[in-house]
């Protein structure tokens, strides 16, 4: 009965290969996120989509393309993958964005790039 | 200057303490989020709050909107608390901006 779930919970790649992170949701929430979690433990929200519609989009690099098929599902597609992109991206819902509400976060994906 | 800045960031504490741990923002907001990260790594949310306080269990959160700050307390610290805390301002449409994290650790 996971709220928020992330696949696969690691992925070990080398630099210059495309790879994707998959994010699930079975809590009904309309908005879904990812955010970026550096070596430095710092967080930093990448993107959120409302009802499949792209709402945040942080001056991230043109290389990370989410994909939101149905409302329940966010993935993050990363190309051409560096040093740099290595982090922990965890993936998060909330009911939606009209007002404030809790959100709720995924195991996480620790990403290395070797 | 980071927009949100928490302190301390670090906190070693006896168990039974009373643990304080401050955020300082600088921009406007419409609310703010205290999450805990386990050693783990999982991330939880602890409280989310616009105005006053809340309390839950051994936990409470309080804020003030005219001096941009909040704070948040645990009584009776017990080392199944340690972890690390972050404070987070929602700056509309939900978007998060964290603080750097306050890793409390409580001993025996």
């Known amino acids: 009965d996971t709220a928020v779930s992330q696949t696969p919970k690691y992925l070990v790649t080398q630099m210059g290969n495309d790879k994707s992170i998959k994010c699930e949701q079975n809590?009904?929430?309309?908005?879904m996120y990812w955010y970026k979690q550096d070596s430095k433990k710092f967080l930093k929200i990448m993107f959120s989509?409302?009802?499949?519609?792209?709402?945040i989009n942080e001056t991230v690099p043109n290389r990370f393309s989410p994909k939101s098929p149905d409302k329940a599902h966010l993935n993050l597609h990363i190309n051409s993958l560096e040093l740099g992109d290595s982090a922990v991206y965890f993936c998060?819902?909330?009911?939606?964005?009209?007002?404030?509400?809790?959100?709720?976060f995924g195991p996480g994906t620790r990403l290395t790039v070797t | 200057k980071n927009e949100v800045e928490q302190s301390p960031q670090n906190l070693t504490a006896q168990e039974g303490e009373f643990i304080t741990i401050n955020c300082s923002y600088s921009?406007?907001?419409?609310?703010l989020h205290w999450l805990q990260q386990h050693p783990g790594g999982g991330i939880v949310s602890l409280f989310m709050l616009s105005s006053g306080k809340k309390k839950h269990g051994r936990l409470i959160a309080t804020i003030n909107i005219q001096e941009k700050h909040s704070s948040l307390h645990i009584t009776a610290s017990h080392p199944r608390d340690s972890a690390v805390y972050i404070c987070a301002v929602e700056r509309g449409a939900q978007k998060l901006v964290f603080g750097q994290g306050t890793r409390l650790t409580i001993n025996p």
């Open positions: 989509y409302n009802n499949k519609e792209l709402i």
């Open positions: 809590l009904g929430h309309d908005t």
């Open positions: 998060a819902s909330s009911p939606r964005t009209a007002s404030s509400y809790e959100q709720y």
């Open positions: 921009v406007g907001i419409s609310a």
